[in-house]
Structure formats: C-alpha cells, structure tokens
Nanobody
Framework: EVQLVESGGGLVQAGGSLRLACTAS????????MGWFRQAPGKEREAVSC????????YVADSVKGRFTVSRDYVKNVMYLQMNNLKPEDTAVYYC????????????????WGKGTPVTVSS
C-alpha cells in the first residue's frame, strides 16, 4: 500500500530553519509527482512546492521562493522540504502528497496524502 509519513515539524522562532521529511513506500518513487502542501488555521490548503522529476517540472509557491527548497532522495525514497528564514505566516500543518505516474505536478486532487506534521513559527 502507498504510504507517506511526514516528520520534522516543530516549533521554531522567526528566521529559523526546519527540514521536513516525507518517507514514501508502496510505489515507484521516481515516477510519481510529489509535493508539499500546507494548511494554516482558518485557511484552505495550499501548495507549497512540488516536484515531478520524471517530467522535469517543479513548482514553488511565490510566498516561499528563495526560502524553501524541495528535494527527493531516490535511494532512500524520501522527499524533503528545507525551510529557511521561516516567518510566522508559515505556521501550518504541512502535508506530503503524491500522484502518478502523471504528467501533473501540484494540485489538491493528488491521490495520496500523509497525515501531516505541524510547523509553528513564533514571532
């Protein structure tokens, strides 16, 4: 079965850094589009950054450009989100998602989702 398990969330001061990890199993990791989404209290879920390495496509939300970097380890089957210069508005539950094999990239209808890991950024 497809499984996505997030880790690495926590509490951090504004300006600090965190690295989230999504450990994947049950599918051909390199053929799937995968990405990070987040949902802040009182807000709708939004895409943060996604990567479809099979089709050389990547998405990074404008709000995190220059601060967040998504990467995938194709040996360990882990996707990371390196978050630098965190801001209070980054506070949210962060979700790992996957879909594919697909030519798509980053959308709320992705088929598989993790349970999320919370990130809280203090001011």
């Amino acid at each position: 079965e497809v499984q996505l398990v997030e880790s690495g969330g926590g509490l951090v001061q504004a300006g600090g850094s965190l690295r989230l990890a999504c450990t994947a199993s049950g599918f051909a990791f390199g053929t799937y589009a995968m990405g990070w989404f987040r949902q802040a209290p009182g807000k709708e879920r939004e895409a943060v950054s996604c990567l479809n390495s099979a089709y050389n496509s990547e998405y990074v939300a404008d709000s995190v450009k220059g601060r967040f970097t998504v990467s995938r380890d194709y040996v360990k089957n882990v996707m990371y989100l390196q978050m630098n210069n965190l801001k209070p508005e980054d506070t949210a539950v962060y979700y790992c998602a996957a879909d594919g094999p697909t030519t798509g990239l980053c959308y709320n209808g992705m088929e598989y989702w993790g349970k999320g890991t919370p990130v809280t950024v203090s001011s």
